[in-house]
Every structure is written in structure tokens, then in C-alpha cells.
């Protein structure tokens, strides 16, 4: 059990920009992200992600953390560019000096025969490199289309060709660097702002409204508490994991049904404590004289600082910059 | 049946970078338990590695140095770290080498486990089935004990008990009492050789807690356990201890008999304990009533009541 376990990307650190007012980096970045869905000339979202990467490197984030936080979304992005390679036919074939990029493949028996050996392969081997089962299966899927094209063997089934458009190329592009730069600039907002900050954050920026003050107040408390009891039900989770392998549940061990009942004996004793936990929490915060909506002071006052102006005033510059630069050049 | 403990240290978290320091929550432990029928109590400040210590003898951590050896006339287990995981505890010589895998042997954790039965500090965030009947019944059905048989298993632990009147009842109703004693039921129910409790009577009444001990004690003579309890209370280690095991900072500072424990003070004070009450008692008449001949060391009432009438009649001779 980590007991030092924080929920969120959050990584310490002392740079610039997380000394920043967490409203300011909040609506930087969704301004920002604005921009990217403005700009569709690709040479200015090549240099939108340049530009969030030289802010990355200044926030000095560890990088192969920053880079892991790329890894749950990358599927996403795989399947995103095929589907754009695929089936968009607009435009020209890509032609590279005299080569066009057009690739005709042939389904013959001994390739659906070498397929189904593949396959085997990528399941016995599969078992024993477990962490590079994804890369196996991504190698053997290429051979397996590459054979295809170089294998004319009869009998054939089905003869296709797959061509790469320019309209495809290009839209994938931009496809990838938007996503990039989305997620890079969300990494940024995670890994430089606790959560405690953040929720603070979206308090303050929604105090002027003030219809919206008292909802925003109470969403903040509710959000601060849940991610402070996750940490929490997480080692209780652990306690009553225990507890129950003591008397002999086995959570790996048995078929479906047996793991849907072993799972009960979690689930239940769960449900209780947190029940438990929230309504005793619910009455010792009313014993304190906590009123929901009402107005509350603050221990940690937020206050924008000279590095927030900035922010704000390039900001400023930088939206505006791309909006007349959208009207004047359309780019 | 005996527990060996060679060289075991355990940190719940190793950190991967070196310059990061290992924060040991136990550190090279030599423990021999031989298991006959005696009470063992192991005590200590809180974060000293009690409840750590008697999770590794459950198989529930395995640990990071060292091993843990559990040995009966029929089976024997080897905790290791490189066992981790692959929930085995077989012997190295069965690997397949080729693989240099051990081979999963998932049924004899459970068997471990069915031997050596551990009730946690707060054993009613275990239960969950809609009655107590059935929560006790929860563990002999995991240990692949017939429906009858851990029905009579369980009717026959709520009679010791003293719950029989309960098990219709759904578990989430009773009291703290009446829920811990339903826990350890649970346990008892898959009639584990020794039994490891983790601070059971905390947040107990006084009627509670010396019924429980008392059980405890009983559960000893009549059925032969072994009982290992974690304890802060002094009275109780006084009361019903044969062996202690003093912890500090995952280090053991004292194992022995209680009698020789309270005898010395270092240990008492640097391991934060507190002496028993009729001892504490005795030693406040000792200083009041300037009697150095009086044997402070005394368990129970009628003991230091006979002590303190010898030495105050001798008090008065002289």
C-alpha cells in the first residue's frame, strides 16, 4: 500500500508556471485549446505544439513522466490516423518523386494460411513477453499486409489497393497535432496543479457569476472531499482485499460467477464504510457550522502576482493575433 | 507446527531511484514461534510493525528480505520475495528451469491460510452476507468445506460464542461487540491452528472485552491454539500473556516471559509501554508506604493483595 498516494498527475516542482494563480493557467489553456480549433493551416499547429513543448520543458515536468500521460490515449490516436489514411479519398495520390503511394494487395489462401500461423505465433509468444504483447501484434499485423503484397500466389480471393490521399495526409495531420497538443496541454494543467488548486481554481473563476456562486461552492467542497477520500477507500479497499484473502477469497482464482461473487465480499463491506465515512463527515462538518452555500473565508487566498499579468497579456496578444491573422489570411 | 522468521525485513514501498531512501517497516527480524498452546502478545507504539509482522504470517505480504517458514508434519511453506505475485510457496527444486518461473501452486495458500487464522483490528468491515449465519459460513465454503458441514462448523463456533441467537439476524445491525465477535466467528469457523488477532479488544466494554479474553483463553486450553494477539493493553498482556514480543521502529527490542518485560524499565520507557495497573498500583504503595521489601510484579488483584498483606506484616514486626 502507498500511503503517500496522491490521486492526479500531480509531480512536485517549483518552476514558473506552477507558481502560477490556477485560475490563470486554467483559462490560458482553455483559450488556448480554443486556438488549436481555429487554426487549420498546418504549419501553425506544428508551431502551436512547438510552442507547448518549449512550455513543457519550462515547467520542467519530468519528461518520460509527461510522456507516459500520451500512453492510455495513443490507441486512440492509432486508430484516428487509419481511419483517416483509409477512408478519406479526397484530393491526389501522394506521390513521392515517381513513386505513387498506392499499394495493391492480394488475399490469396497462402496468405489467409501464413495469417492463421501469425496468429498462433502472436498467442504462444504472447504469453511469455507479456509487455510487448501490443508491439508483437502491431509487427506481425505489417508482416501479415506485407506478405499480402508481395505473395501472388492463386488461388486468390479478393484483390484491393489502398491509396494515400493528400486531403488524407493532410487531415490526419492535423488531426494528430491537435490531439497532441490537447493532451500535452492538459498534462501541463495536471501535472503543475494539485487538485485541491484546481478545484479552487474553478471556485474563483466562477465567483463573479454570482447566480452560480453557491452551486459552484458546494461543487467545489463535494469535489475537494471526494478526491480526498479516494486515497482513503483506496486503503480501505486493500484492508477489506485482506481481510478477505484471510478467510480464504481468492480474487484471481475461479470462473466468472465465482469472481462476481468473491467480488461481492468486497463490494458490500465498500459500500458500507463509505456510507458510514460520508454520514459521520456530514455531521461532524454541520457540528463545525458548515451550511452549504453559505459564504465561506478562505485559508489560501488566490492572488493573481506580476507573472499572472503576463500570462494574461500574452494571452490576449496571442488570441487576438490568430483571430485577425484568421480573417486577413484564413489560415 | 512452527513459525521461523529468518532475516525478514519489509518495506511497503521500494522505491525504484537509489538516491530515494527504503523507509523498513521491519527490519532483519529472527522470530521462532513453536506452536503449543500459549497466549503470545506482540506489543509495541503504534507504526512499530505489529500488524505488518502478522500480515506476513498470513501470506498477505510477502517479504522484501528474508523468508518466513511455516512448518507442520504434513506441509511446509517458504514465504520468499520472488515468490511474490506468483502465490506459491513451493520448493525451489520443482522450477522449471527453462523458465525460471516458479510453478503456481494456488491451492496451498489457502491452505496457509485455512492454518493460520488472522482477525483484523476492525474485523466488521469484513462482513457482508445478508445473515451472520452465513457471513461465519463464508470462510469453511472457501476452503471447499461442504454446505453441511460448515453449517454445523458454524452453529457449533456460535454456541462457544455465545451469538447462537443472532445468526438470523442480518449482520449490519448488531453492535460493535456483537459484529467483532460475529468476525472472529469467521474465523474460527474454518478452525484455524493458531489464530493471530489484531488489537481485538479495542472500542470493546469492559463486560465485552474480559468475555473475549476470556473465550480466548479457553480457546487455548480446550482446543489446543495458539493465540497471538496484538495488543497496546498492558492489563491484558499482565492478565493473559505467556510471551511477549516488544517492537520498536520494526526492530523486536524483547521476547520473553512478562514477568522479566516489566522488570525492565529501559525497554518500558524507550519503547513507549506502560506497566500494568495492579503493577503501576503496587509501585506507587511501594513508594508511598516506604516498603522496599514489596514484590511490585504482581498479575492479578488477589496475588498483590496476599503481597502487600505479607510485607506490611512484616513491616510491623520489625
Known sequence: MNHKMVFGQYVDGSSWIYRLDPRTK?????????????????????????????????????????????????????????????????????????????????????????????????????????????????????????????????????????????????????????IVSL?????????????????????????????????????????????????????????????????????????????????????????????????????????RGYIPGEERTSLHILKFHLMDGISFLFLFFFFSGLIVSKIIWGI | ????????????????????????????????????????????????????????????????????????????FLLEKKFKHQEQIEETKKYRKWLRKPIPVKFKLKSLRKKIGLVFQFPEYQIFEETVLKDIMFGPKNFSVSSEDALKRAQEIANIMGITDLLDQ???????????????????????????LDEPTVGLDPKTKADLLQFLVELKNKFHKTIILITHDMDVVAQYIERVIVLKQGNIMYDGSKVDLFKQKDIIESCHLDYPTIVSMMMYVQEKLNLPSLNVYQYHIDDAMRELERCLGDHHES
Open chain 1, 26 to 178: 486554467m483559462i490560458v489553456l482553455f483559450f488556448m485549446m480554443i486556438s488549436l480549433f481555429i487554426v487549420s493551416n498546418l504549419f501553425v499547429l506544428l508551431g502551436i505544439l512547438c510552442f507547448i513543448f518549449i512550455l513543457v520543458l519550462s515547467a520542467r515536468i519530468p519528461l518520460n513522466q509527461f510522456l507516459q500521460s500520451f500512453k492510455a490515449m495513443s490507441l486512440l490516436l492509432f486508430f484516428t490516423l487509419i481511419f483517416q489514411i483509409l477512408f478519406n479519398h479526397e484530393g491526389k495520390v501522394i506521390e513521392i518523386g515517381s513513386y505513387e503511394l498506392s499499394f495493391s494487395f492480394d488475399l490469396t489462401l497462402l496468405s489467409i494460411f501464413i495469417g492463421v500461423i501469425l496468429l498462433f505465433i502472436y498467442f504462444v509468444l504472447g504469453k511469455w513477453i507479456h509487455k510487448f504483447r501490443f508491439t508483437l501484434l502491431f509487427v506481425l499485423l505489417v508482416l501479415f499486409f506485407y506478405l499480402q503484397t508481395i505473395l501472388h500466389v492463386k488461388p486468390s480471393f479478393v484483390q484491393y489497393t489502398i491509396s494515400i490521399y493528400t486531403h488524407a495526409f493532410y487531415s490526419a495531420s492535423r488531426v494528430f497535432l491537435r
Open chain 2, 1 to 76: 507446527m512452527a513459525i521461523h522468521l529468518s532475516e525478514v525485513s519489509f518495506a511497503y514501498d521500494v522505491p525504484k531511484r537509489r538516491k530515494y531512501p527504503i523507509v523498513w517497516s521491519l527490519k532483519d527480524i529472527h522470530l521462532q514461534i513453536e506452536l503449543k498452546d500459549e497466549m503470545i502478545a506482540f506489543v509495541g507504539h503504534t507504526g512499530s510493525g505489529k500488524s505488518t509482522l502478522v500480515q506476513l504470517l498470513n501470506a498477505l505480504l510477502y517479504p522484501t528480505k528474508g523468508r518466513v517458514e511455516i512448518k507442520d508434519q504434513k506441509e511446509s
Open chain 1, 183 to 287: 493532451l500535452s496541454l492538459s498534462a501541463l494543467l495536471t501535472f503543475t496543479t494539485k487538485p485541491t488548486d484546481l478545484n479552487s481554481g474553478i471556485e474563483g473563476i466562477f465567483y463573479p457569476l454570482k447566480f452560480l456562486r453557491r452551486y459552484m461552492s458546494i461543487f467545489a467542497m463535494m469535489m475537494s472531499i471526494a478526491l480526498r477520500f479516494i486515497p482513503t477507500l483506496f486503503n480501505e479497499s486493500q484492508k477489506i482485499l485482506k481481510a478477505q484473502a484471510s478467510r480464504g477469497a481468492d480474487f484471481h482464482e475461479g470462473n466468472l460467477k465465482q469472481k462476481t461473487s468473491q467480488m461481492i465480499s468486497l463490494l458490500i463491506p465498500m459500500f458500507v464504510i463509505s456510507y458510514k465515512r460520508a454520514e459521520e463527515l456530514a455531521n461532524a462538518m454541520e457540528a
Open chain 2, 170 to 196: 442480518s449482520p449490519f445491525t448488531l453492535s460493535g461487540g456483537q459484529m467483532r465477535k460475529v468476525a472472529i466467528a469467521g474465523i474460527l469457523a474454518s478452525n484455524p491452528d493458531v489464530l493471530i
